[in-house]
C-alpha cells in the first residue's frame, strides 16, 4: 500500500492550493480517507476526512467553508482544495487511508509542505 500526497509549495496569504494524495494497493471503497497536518514544533492535527462508503465530510472548525476534500474513485486519488489560505495553514500535510471496519488499518503518505507567506 502507498499513499504518494502531493501539490505542495509557497502561496501567498489568501490564495489557493490543491493537494493529492495518489492511493495504490487498496480500494478507495473501503477506506475513510483523512488530511493532517503538523506545523514545526506542533502536534498534528486533524484536517478532514471524508466517510468510505458515501460522500460525508468532516472537516475541522479551523478549516470549515475554506478546505474541502473529495475523491476520485476512478483514479484512486484523493483532493484537499484549500482556499482563502493563511500563515497558519502553514505545515506538512498528511494523507491518511483508514478501514473502519475489523480488523481496523491505517496507512499514512510521507507529507507534502505547504507555506502561506504573510
Known amino acids: 500500500v502507498q499513499l504518494q500526497a502531493s501539490g505542495g509549495g509557497l502561496v501567498q496569504t489568501g490564495g489557493s492550493l490543491r493537494l493529492s494524495c495518489v492511493v495504490s494497493?487498496?480500494?478507495?471503497?473501503?477506506?475513510?480517507m483523512s488530511w493532517f497536518r503538523q506545523a514545526p514544533g506542533k502536534e498534528r492535527e486533524f484536517v478532514t476526512a471524508?466517510?468510505?462508503?458515501?460522500?460525508?465530510?468532516w472537516p475541522a472548525d479551523s478549516v470549515r467553508g475554506r478546505f474541502f476534500i473529495s475523491r476520485d474513485s476512478a483514479k484512486n486519488t484523493v483532493y484537499l482544495q484549500m482556499n482563502s489560505l493563511k500563515p497558519e495553514d502553514s505545515a506538512v500535510y498528511y494523507c491518511?487511508?483508514?478501514?473502519?471496519?475489523?480488523?481496523?488499518?491505517?496507512?499514512w503518505g510521507q507529507g507534502t509542505l505547504v507555506t502561506v507567506s504573510s
Open positions: 491518511k487511508a483508514r478501514r473502519p471496519v475489523t480488523p481496523v488499518l491505517e496507512y
Open positions: 494497493g487498496l480500494s478507495l471503497s473501503d477506506y475513510a
Open positions: 471524508i466517510e468510505y462508503n458515501s460522500d460525508s465530510t
